[in-house]
């Protein structure tokens, strides 16, 4: 029986590019001192999956009004300040119907929405997204890849075990009388698995911030590993890296993100409260 993934992407709009894991590299944006010894920077840039916009797209804020286009067809058509609001991927109504139960037929996505906030945009990728249970898939900028100009994207983590729906982002366009161009081969979205554990309230309630006093010898050990001279430059630029990426050839036992080992506190609690 096959393992259901962590994260699974439908497409629905034909012409949306699939889903990929996002490369370490960046598309070839890292400086290549940071791609060979940087292995925090390399992570966090391939920590998930790039989503890609349909279609190529022109957008324009007078300051009022969203205006859209696209194609060799430069002409600009309404999208805030209509009826709806919200405009169909082009020809896409029909095919949706083609392929979805007589229930949700004349209900495709929107593919642009206008959102009430001054110069909001919604745009649906053209995916659907799910996730295993306990897993969350937070949307956000690609990390590391130049922000397209003119465009600031709002980020969310969506529960997708629970909500399953068009998989889209909203964004705020910052200039006015100024064309904004989203292009379908530049990823749009980067989301990232999450166990719910991780921002739920008693994880993130879980710190201290502590005074240097607080410093073990253990501690100032560790520290002088970072700070004092090491003999070999060369070494020492790539030490981390080599650390970590060591750590990750060991096996992970995930049930480890759902339970935590109790406190000799915690385990003389027990023993007084079974008494």
């Known amino acids: 029986m096959t393992e259901t993934p962590i994260v699974e992407f439908f497409r629905l709009i034909r012409s949306t590019r699939p889903a990929k894991r ?9 400086p290549s ?14 920590f998930g999956y790039w989503v890609f916009p349909p279609l190529d797209i022109r957008l324009l804020w007078d300051g009022e009004h969203v205006f859209w286009s696209y194609g060799e067809d430069e002409r600009w058509m309404p999208l805030s300040g209509t009826d709806s609001g919200a405009v169909q991927f082009p020809d896409y109504a029909a095919e949706f119907d083609a392929s979805a139960p007589d229930a949700l037929q ?17 745009m649906w990728t053209g995916l659907l997204a799910r996730t295993r249970p306990g897993w969350s898939l937070s949307v956000r900028t690609p990390v590391n890849i130049p922000a397209i100009p003119g465009l ?3 980020e969310g983590i969506i529960e997708t075990d ?10 705020r366009l910052t200039k006015t009388d100024t064309t904004v161009h989203i292009r379908s ?20 309630s879980s710190f201290a911030c502590s005074d240097v006093s607080d410093l073990s010898a253990d501690d100032w050990d560790r520290l002088g590993k970072v700070l004092l001279p090491n003999p070999h430059p060369t070494i020492r ?24 080992k109790p406190s000799e506190a915690d385990q003389v609690t027990d023993e007084a409260a079974s008494t």
Do not use: H
Not at 35 to 46: I, N, V
Not at 162 to 171: A, D, K, Y
Not at 238 to 246: D, F, I, P, S, T
């Open 106 to 122: 004349g209900y495709s996505p929107p593919f642009l929405t206008a959102l009430p906030e001054v110069g909001g945009v919604q």
């Open 22 to 30: 996002a490369e370490r590299a960046a598309a070839g944006y890292l």
């Open 152 to 154: 600031v994207a709002w």
């Open 237 to 260: 630029q790539g030490e981390y890296a080599v650390m970590v990426r060591k750590r990750r050839l060991c096996p992970f036992d995930p049930s480890l993100l759902a339970t935590a």
């Open 185 to 204: 081969q530049v990823p749009i979205i980067q989301v990232q698995p999450l166990p719910q554990l991780a921002y739920r309230e008693e994880t993130l």
């Open 162 to 171: 629970l909500w399953f729906g068009p998989l889209f982002t909203n964004f």
């Open 33 to 46: 001192r940071g791609l060979r010894y940087c292995d925090a920077l390399t992570s966090a840039t391939g």
